[in-house]
């Protein structure tokens, strides 16, 4: 307790030669927020093209995590007292446009819904992978109480990720499949 | 009365015939469209991947990247191969994320030009990029076996597998080296 209160308070001083890795990190946090408010435009419009209830649904309660992953940014910007610069996501602008234009093009076809669910795996894993190293970078710098907020949106991602393949498989409806999961992962939590 | 009864029958038969034939012709043109997108990931790939071994500072990331051009090379002919079992020419189409992806990876290395924290934003690069591959081989693969195309389910399934372990490896060097300068 005494531990992780010190690091907080004196981590910038104790670590200089971590500079340019907590430059690295606020860069790529910037990226992150842009990329969730972009992601937030673009939801609502796979969420109303989605033909099956259950991938509705879960887009839909997609959406408002992602609304809740860029506030928490925001909480880790002002946790570390920094402020955001401005950044463009190139990729999640790319991503999204690769899913637009799949959506357009399979908008009479009978397989929307599993090309809709293709384009948002495709971007569910571009954010395992960048709060997967955000996480990392948070670890090595000793940023514990922003790791907690980061490691709560990359469960989250992870989640939707696996619920898209559920969905996909149509292994049970989306209520099971989010119990099942909620089990799964208590027990797996349990764990040391 | 029956007869139109019989009609209405047979039309409405048809119709779910019709589309389960359209739902598995639309599938594999789906298929088809997704193999030419990563076919063109992967070429951008092996174009990439060589500056990014060159801007590493550790040796052991370099190395780990100079083996997974090599893997990439390979996933190129295995998608080949799979048009090939399917009896189709093999296509490729602009694949635009993995531009962004790779333009977003090279104006990272120039601002981290110098940078002791190059390795790390290399990393991070790298690893979006492999999880947007076991994204598509992911779902590829999954369309594959629901189709029944045995040999591409194999094949798809093997370079799966390698960006998962191309992508494991990446989170073991940056655990390695954080460590190291702990």
Not at chain 1, 24 to 42: G, T
């Amino acid at each position: 307790m005494n531990i992780t209160n010190e690091i907080e308070t004196d981590a910038p001083a104790q670590k200089p030669m971590n500079e340019n890795l907590h430059r690295l990190f606020v860069a790529q946090l910037a990226e992150m927020y842009d990329a969730e408010k972009k992601l937030a435009l673009a939801l609502p419009i796979v969420a109303k093209a989605a033909r099956s209830e259950d991938l509705k649904k879960l887009v839909e309660v997609h959406l408002k995590e992602t609304e809740g992953h860029a506030t928490t940014i925001r909480m880790v910007a002002e946790s570390l007292g920094v402020e955001l610069p401005d950044r463009t996501c190139k990729a999640m602008r790319a991503l999204i446009k690769e899913a637009v234009v799949s959506l357009a093009k399979h908008a009479t076809s009978p397989v929307l819904d599993i090309a809709l669910i293709a384009a948002a795996q495709k971007i569910e894993h571009y954010e395992i992978a960048a709060y997967g190293t955000l996480c990392a970078w948070a670890t090595e710098m000793g940023h514990t109480s922003e790791l907690a907020l980061l490691t709560s949106t990359l469960r989250q991602e992870r989640t939707a990720d696996e619920l898209l393949t559920g969905v996909a498989q149509h292994t049970a409806p989306l209520e099971e499949l989010i119990k099942k999961h909620i089990l799964t992962r208590a027990t797996a939590d349990m764990k040391p | 009365m029956k007869q139109t009864e019989k009609n209405t029958r047979g039309r409405n038969s048809t119709e779910s015939e019709n589309e389960g034939g359209e739902m598995s012709a639309e599938l594999h043109q789906l298929f088809l469209d997704e193999l030419a997108d990563l076919l063109n990931a992967e070429t951008q790939l092996t174009k990439a991947l060589p500056k990014m071994a060159k801007a590493a500072q550790s040796q052991d990331l370099a190395e780990a990247i100079r083996s997974h051009l090599e893997e990439t090379e390979n996933h190129v002919t295995r998608l080949k191969e799979v048009f090939e079992t399917l009896n189709e020419k093999a296509k490729s189409k602009t694949c635009k994320a993995m531009k962004g992806l790779i333009e977003e990876g090279s104006e990272l290395m120039e601002e981290l030009k110098g940078s002791s924290a190059i390795d790390a934003g290399l990393i991070a690069a790298a690893q979006k990029v492999e999880h947007y591959e076991i994204a598509s081989y992911g779902a590829v693969r999954a369309w594959a076996e629901q189709m029944g195309h045995t040999e591409a389910v194999e094949l798809l399934g093997e370079t799966l597998d390698e960006e998962k372990a191309a992508d494991e490896k990446l989170t073991e060097i940056a655990q390695e080296s954080a460590n190291s300068q702990a």
